[in-house]
Nanobody, 117 residues
Framework: VQLVESGGGLVQPGGSLRLSCAAS????????MSWYRQAPGKERELVAV????????NYADSVKGRFTISRVNAKNTMYLQMNSLKPEDTAVYYC???????????WGQGTQVTVSS
């Protein structure tokens, strides 16, 4: 099993980034997937969830209306489009399978997102 996040970086407040998650070693197309983030000194928190076919999504209140989760099952890849970024979005972002209301696979290395002027 491997989860590889990419696409992070330094962006100014109000800017945008698109994160990618490349998955392998499990049946991606049958899996609900999720994005989490962990800010310095804080616990990891759930950001967004997407159903196996991509038709159902759910977001944390803090990112609703600004972030969009999506996936391309043919590529075993999931995305997180982040718009109108705020300094409080600064964190390491991780992807994972979402099973029975929680993450279920070993974590990848994550990708750092820093929102700062």
């Amino acid at each position: 099993v491997q989860l590889v996040e990419s696409g992070g970086g330094l962006v100014q407040p109000g800017g945008s980034l698109r994160l990618s998650c490349a998955a392998s070693g499990f049946t991606f197309r049958r899996s609900f997937m999720s994005w989490y983030r962990q800010a310095p000194g804080k616990e990891r928190e759930l950001v967004a969830v997407i159903s196996s076919a991509g038709g159902v999504t759910n977001y944390a209140d803090s990112v609703k209306g600004r972030f969009t989760i999506s996936r391309v099952n043919a590529k075993n890849t999931m995305y997180l489009q982040m718009n109108s970024l705020k300094p409080e979005d600064t964190a390491v972002y991780y992807c994972n399978q979402y099973l029975n209301g929680r993450s279920s696979l070993p974590w990848g290395q994550g990708t750092q997102v820093t929102v700062s002027s």
